[in-house]
């Protein structure tokens, strides 16, 4: 563990804290010195007018603030990050504005996503409905809607019968599965994490990558340079270039003053030939197989798909892929001749979500408020991280009160202390308004993943947080009645078993603290 930490302060992640630090200081005082110096040049220049010319630098500054706040108040934004912009721009002024007009936005580059707009358009003839709205009425019967706004808002989110589920409730379960799947590619294999980091996990996958580049199988990684940063070398794209692994890390960070460095690539997608695909929480990373134990068990989950559901894993790993690559290309190339049919397996419906304007609405959110309507009788939900707007509180209280059993499950033993404090300072109203919150006291939980009435799931890389609902491009997997639904329930009734159930006495709990989250969680959502 000490040499863990050691590792940290010496890795890359400090050095470029440190440079958005300096960089934002230098943008305080560029504002700073611009504003001092034209005031001070017009004063030299008309001494006699000082006390003028001060009133009039004064006038014109409040004035821009409240052009600006006005335009905050008005911009058609998610509702909890105006107050805290408009607070921002008030208390700060004409630095308030600067910040307001750098970092208010994290939308990609025109450039980007016209790449984007034209990479959906040409995956969108290899996606065509399966079955008709009347089919899935048919089929679905009151989950229908949340297929349905799935497919609205992003129609590569197909939804597609006879795919064969496969649920693992660690990853010390999948890891063996997923090596013996590589190993069988005969095509291709496509993989895209958050985090790869050198160790046993990554290192076995590396191994068999390697041996099917030899043999002739396509292989392309790519991994988020800030998600990765500390687990791997600075360059190491390259190092598996050398290998003959087409690598590209997303969205590497350079020293500017943006906001675009919070889109990050948050997925976690395996692909191999196009018929077998891997997603859920889990990292290729050994806390993620619980060969290191940072935080008491490592508490994660996956689900292989083999069938058609894995062509929506598919077009989804391409499309970002070559935008960070820049390109277009054939993908029909990589479709399967013929997929083989499962019988009674349910339906699958992978997709993809992102940053606005990629993607129109914020579908990780959606889900689960959709999800939270259509239940009857239950909804259980596991997140690490529990840091979410009004919208998504009334619904999950909104569906308590109207006698559904929700439940929430979370980390006892936190990863990151300031996010664990502003997960726990929304235990207060939820447990008021019916919702049952746990945790999970052997250590971490990274699962995302919500199971409801023994029908309907979603699994994927979600987190019930700003980031993942606002910011990161993340992916999951609808599921509704398949094989996979059953072993879920079974594995977060045991869960709940070892968990914890927080009470209003739990919540109340060191005051002082709760009130500076209180204050912490009111910024949560600009970052």
Not at 98 to 115: D, E, G, P, Q, V
Not at 302 to 310: D, I, P, Q, T
Not at 330 to 359: I, M, N, T, W
Not at 447 to 475: P, Q, W
Request: net charge positive; aromatic share 12%; with cysteine.
């Amino acid at each position: 563990m000490k040499n863990r930490k050691i590792k940290k302060v010496f890795s890359r992640f400090p050095l470029v804290a440190l440079t958005i630090i300096l960089l934002f200081l230098l943008f305080f005082t560029a504002i700073l010195s611009g504003v001092l110096v034209v005031n001070g040049l017009l004063i030299y220049a008309f001494p006699d007018m000082e006390r003028y010319i001060l009133w009039a630098f004064n006038f014109l500054s409040w004035l821009i603030v409240v052009i600006t706040v006005q335009h905050a108040a008005n911009r058609d934004m998610v509702p909890e990050t105006k107050i805290p912009w408009i607070i921002c721009i008030i208390a700060l002024n004409l630095f308030g504005v600067a910040i307001y007009a750098t970092f208010s936005s994290n939308k990609l580059s025109a450039k980007t996503r016209k790449l984007h707009e034209r990479l959906r358009r040409e995956t969108a003839a290899f996606e065509e409905r399966t079955l008709t709205k009347e089919a899935v009425r048919l089929e679905l019967g009151n989950w229908e809607a949340v297929s349905e706004s799935l497919s609205t808002v992003n129609p590569s989110a197909v939804l597609h019968g006879g795919t064969k589920t496969e649920y693992f409730a660690s990853g010390e379960e999948m890891m063996p599965s997923l090596l013996a799947d590589l190993e069988r590619a005969e095509h291709y294999i496509f993989i895209e994490y958050f985090i790869i980091e050198t160790g046993i996990f990554w290192d076995s996958v590396l191994g068999i990558l390697e041996r099917k580049v030899q043999e002739g199988v396509e292989v392309r990684v790519m991994y988020d340079d800030i998600g990765s940063m500390g687990k791997v070398r600075f360059n190491y794209y390259k190092k598996l270039q050398r290998k003959g692994i087409d690598c590209v890390k997303f969205n590497p960070f350079v020293p500017v003053v943006t906001n675009v460095h919070n889109c990050r690539d948050h997925r976690k997608i395996v692909v191999i030939d196009g018929k077998v695909g891997y997603t859920g929480g889990l990292n290729l990373a050994d806390e993620y197989i619980n060969e290191i134990h940072p935080f008491g068990y490592w508490k994660d989950t996956a689900v292989r798909l083999e069938g058609m559901g894995v062509k929506n894993l598919l077009m989804t790993f391409l499309r970002l892929f070559n935008m960070q690559k820049k390109r277009t290309e054939d993908v029909s190339r990589y479709l399967p001749e013929k997929y083989e049919f499962a019988a009674g397996e349910g339906y699958v419906q992978p997709y993809g979500d992102g940053p606005y304007p990629l993607y129109e609405r914020h579908l990780g959110e959606d889900v689960y408020i959709n999800m939270l309507g259509c239940a009857r009788r239950y909804v259980w939900i596991t997140t690490p991280y529990l840091i979410i707007d009004y919208r998504m509180r009334e619904e999950l209280i909104l569906a308590a009160r109207r006698g559904v059993d929700v439940r929430i499950l979370t980390p006892h033993i936190p990863d990151k202390k300031l996010a664990f404090s502003l997960t726990r300072s929304n235990y207060m109203a939820l447990i008021k308004g019916g919702v049952k919150i746990y945790e999970y006291t052997p250590g971490f939980v990274h699962a995302k993943m919500c199971l409801s009435d023994d029908e309907a799931a979603v699994i994927g890389t979600i987190n019930l947080d700003y980031r993942s609902f606002l910011y990161h491009f993340e992916n999951a997997v609808f599921m509704y009645r398949t094989k996979a639904i059953q072993a879920m329930k079974a594995d977060m009734v045991s869960v709940f078993a070892v968990s914890r159930l927080q009470t209003e006495e739990d919540a109340k709990k060191n005051v002082v603290w709760r009130w500076l989250c209180e204050l912490a969680k009111l910024f949560a959502p600009l970052f």
